[in-house]
């Protein structure tokens, strides 16, 4: 395992070495570690993770794939590492954005100040897929409507981290990021206390804390559960692991009824009251009374019981509209408005289609841009420009001029990379980075949070779904002076 | 605890259990046919019979062979009661209660799912069988060490034990009642000493045979039946698992011993006392397939109960009980 020592760069920014081939600071413990290792062993230990990821049955169901077919998150033994000082301003950057985004979501639901100001178009809002007139006039408890948020980040090629985007709906992944630090810590002890990593174990125990925040006031012991489309979703394993870890109730829509004004169990002894749902369902299918009608997950009659206050949810509905890409797009501008502050993280610069000279840069440019689709997630209704095909531009044009409102564009970003086990050798692999913050009494950020890699060579896209893999990611304790 | 919750720890054992006791009836079946290599063929369907799923494998099948059967039995995934049918079902019941059992408990079954789906399974089911099948056998027994040890023994418990225990009374008396049939066409032979090795074939398969010769000494077909249907203390005995799954039950509802409070308490006290006022003889003169087949209808309707009880409150949800068909040979 020469590679290790590789400066071929690329032109990309390397989280772990620098241009001149040098492990940048903090990185040194690792490189030697993983340098001093015998021939092949660092393959083994990867093959080891691996199956032992596969008998935990930590897997992942792929849409629209066989049916059954079941696969691990692909992970990469070699960790993220983000020295302390990096860390500091991206957690003052999510804490900012996340507080702004809250107070934006109240203020679109009830006085609509920021769009009267006009720093937000108003049709913008209200043509959103994520608007929930339902939620108009509505506070929800403490006036939290995001209390979970994966946000994405990627670091260009100027060594900057950016904003990519803001996930506010049903973030997944962070059970990756607690399993993936269990088979590093067993992988590598003696270089992990070395180190000086900080723990990332206290999220579930934070995520409660927060939950129980939500709960009436009066309420000593609430019963809280996770709402879970089901054990075919992809992300069942993590709706189950949270809740394990947090010894509170997981359950499904069809768990649920409403009855005399409240949201109950069905347990094997009748009817039992439930206080607060971390729900892990889109809005769209957590009541057919009042959403989508065809929808099996959710539960008749739960925004009626919940806009009586009678039950707490997070995410609150509605908290979506945040998660709109074109609005994304103005959230510098919504810092600004709520804080009087700049934005700490900038976010990548953003084309919107809806604007005409946008658009029309975006249609003769679109060869070299990234297109995206306002309200998907996962990898789809996107395309790669640089990547793409001629039909697939064509379609894309096409979408565009019929809906510009629903797109926005990006410059392809040269996302920096981190040194990944590839067969027997190690190479550069494109990484983005998604944060957890739980926003309750305070504002939490996870330290770290999961590092995706996209595993195909030169590849851009590290969803689960499309190819990517996960790596640990370790942000540092400050030096001790 | 949730319904949802209680039904799929229930189910999650009733396959195991299930699973455990086709590779009994296998393993058993083909240890006999090395003692009797003559009539190799005329073994593989009472073994269909045993699962009352004859009409099952007809549809895909003509001829009760070995390795038809075997397949069938084993890997067939189109067939529910299947071994790998059976654990697959396990998992995925397990699978959705993973934050309620012991993650000891998952990781086993999961592996034990993982292991039969393997290429090498079926080559070792066909070229060592008994090794095969012993391996399957030994697996659901560590599962259910694995749920004796590492849950705690809480309402969750108690119901995955009333589903291992009618589970297997509802095995026990499918087994003595397809080797009855076949084993004993004269009704009066069945006081006389014959040693045959069919009948000590029986009690192997119910793991019952060192246990019977302690009790017994003799094998007679009168002793055999009474031994695995009233034995007190022997664990596989159909008297056994309905006591101890009355126990579990009564301990879920805090209902003492002896009065009722639902309607799986009434069904499964009377069944109880049934067993109780009731003698071998009496059995073997009002026909020994009658009886069994009666306790096993009575073992589903048992079932059904335990579910309108626990496991849906409300009438419209849909539950995933499996119970299996009663058509067990009709002579």
Not at chain 1, 279 to 295: G, Q
């Amino acid at each position: 395992m020469e590679i290790f020592r590789n400066d071929d760069h690329e032109g990309f920014y390397d989280e772990l070495i620098d241009e001149k081939g040098i492990p940048r600071p903090g990185v040194e413990l690792l490189v030697e570690k993983i340098n001093s290792l015998p021939e092949g062993d660092l393959t083994l230990r990867q093959k080891a993770a691996e199956a032992l990821l596969l008998k935990m049955g930590i897997t992942f169901n792929v849409y629209g794939k066989d049916e059954g077919a079941e696969k691990i998150f692909p992970f990469d033994l070699i960790p993220r590492i983000i020295p302390s000082n990096e860390w500091e301003k991206i957690e003052a950057g999510l804490k900012q954005r996340i507080f702004a985004l809250n107070e934006f979501i109240q203020d679109i639901y009830n006085d609509k100040k920021i769009l009267k100001d006009n720093v937000v178009p108003e049709d913008l809002i209200l043509s959103s897929r994520t608007y929930r007139k339902e939620c108009e006039g509505f506070t929800p408890p403490r006036g939290i409507w995001c209390h979970v948020t994966g946000t994405d980040l990627v670091r260009g090629g100027d060594g900057c981290f950016y904003v990519l985007e803001d996930n506010l709906r049903c973030p997944s992944g962070v059970s990756y990021v607690l399993e993936n630090r269990q088979v590093l810590k067993r992988t590598f002890p003696q270089l992990f206390e070395k180190s000086r990593v900080r723990q990332v174990d206290d999220y579930p125990g934070k995520l409660l804390e927060m939950l129980e925040y939500l709960a009436p006031d009066e309420m000593q012991s609430p019963t809280i559960g996770v709402l879970t489309p089901g054990m075919y979703n992809s992300a069942y394993f993590e709706h189950s692991f949270l809740s394990q870890q947090m010894g509170v109730e997981l359950v499904e829509g069809r768990d649920l009824v409403v009855s005399d004004g409240f949201v109950h169990m069905l347990t094997t002894r009748g009817l039992k009251r439930i206080d607060v749902l971390y729900r892990r369902i889109d809005d769209d299918f957590i009541d057919p009374s009042v959403f989508r009608p065809d929808s099996l997950l959710g539960v008749k009659g739960l925004m009626d019981v919940y806009k009586k206050g009678r039950i707490a949810m997070a995410n609150a509905p509605g908290t979506g509209i945040a998660d709109d890409k074109v609005i994304y797009a103005y959230v510098p501008e919504i810092i600004k408005y709520y804080t009087g502050e700049e934005a700490i993280l900038p976010n990548v610069p953003t084309y919107i289609c809806r604007e005409e000279k946008d658009r029309a840069y975006v249609l003769d440019h679109i060869e070299e841009l990234v297109v995206k689709a306002a309200n998907e997630s996962g990898g789809y209704g996107m395309l790669i420009g640089p990547h793409s095909t001629k039909a697939e531009r064509e379609q894309f044009t096409e979408l565009i001029i019929a809906n510009p409102r629903n797109y926005i564009a990006q410059p392809t970003l040269s996302l920096s990379r981190v040194p990944t086990i590839v067969g027997n050798r190690i190479e550069g692999r494109h990484v983005d980075l998604r944060p957890y913050i739980l926003f309750g009494k305070d504002i939490y950020v996870q330290p770290g949070g999961l590092t995706r890699v996209a595993l195909k060579k030169g590849s851009l896209v590290v969803n689960s779904s499309q190819g990517g893999g996960s790596k640990d990611t370790w942000v540092l304790l400050p030096h001790q002076s | 605890m949730l319904s949802r919750v209680a039904n799929s720890i229930y189910w999650m054992c009733r396959y195991i259990e299930r699973a455990e006791n086709v590779a009994r009836f296998i393993g058993v079946n083909l240890n006999l046919l090395l003692d009797m290599p003559s009539e190799k063929d005329k073994h593989w369907l009472p073994l269909v019979m045993t699962t009352g799923d004859q009409e099952l494998f007809e549809e895909n099948e003509t001829d009760y062979n070995q390795e038809a059967v075997l397949w069938f039995l084993t890997f067939d995934r189109t067939y529910p009661n299947s071994i790998l049918s059976c654990v697959a079902a396990a998992r995925e019941n397990a699978r959705s209660i993973r934050e309620i059992i012991s993650s000891e408990m998952w990781e086993h079954l999961n592996n034990f799912y993982l292991e039969l789906m393997k290429e090498e399974s079926i080559k070792m089911a066909l070229q060592d069988p008994d090794r095969f099948y012993n391996i399957i056998k030994m697996r659901s027994h560590l599962f259910t060490g694995l749920l004796d040890s590492t849950m705690s023994h809480g309402e969750a418990w108690n119901f995955a034990r009333i589903g291992v225990m009618i589970e297997r009374a509802d095995k026990t008396s499918r087994i003595l009642d397809v080797k009855y049939f076949m084993l004993l066409p004269q009704a009066d032979l069945v006081n006389t000493p014959i040693d045959n090795i069919q009948w000590i074939s029986v009690l192997r398969s119910a793991s019952a045979f060192e246990m019977y010769r302690k009790e017994f000494h003799n094998i007679t077909p009168r002793n055999v039946a009474s031994f695995l249907i009233f034995d007190k203390n022997f664990p596989r005995s159909i008297y056994y698992c309905i006591a101890r799954a009355q126990v579990y039950l009564h301990r879920i509802t805090g209902t003492p011993q002896g009065s009722v409070t639902n309607s799986a308490e009434k069904h499964l006290g009377r069944l109880k006392a049934d067993l109780e006022y009731t003698d071998i003889d009496e059995v073997i003169d009002s026909g020994l397939h009658e009886f069994l087949d009666n306790l096993q209808r009575r073992f589903n309707t048992m079932g059904g109960t335990i579910s309108t009880t626990f496991f849906n409150i409300e009438p419209q949800a849909t539950t995933t009980t499996n119970e299996q068909s009663q058509t067990i040979l009709q002579s």
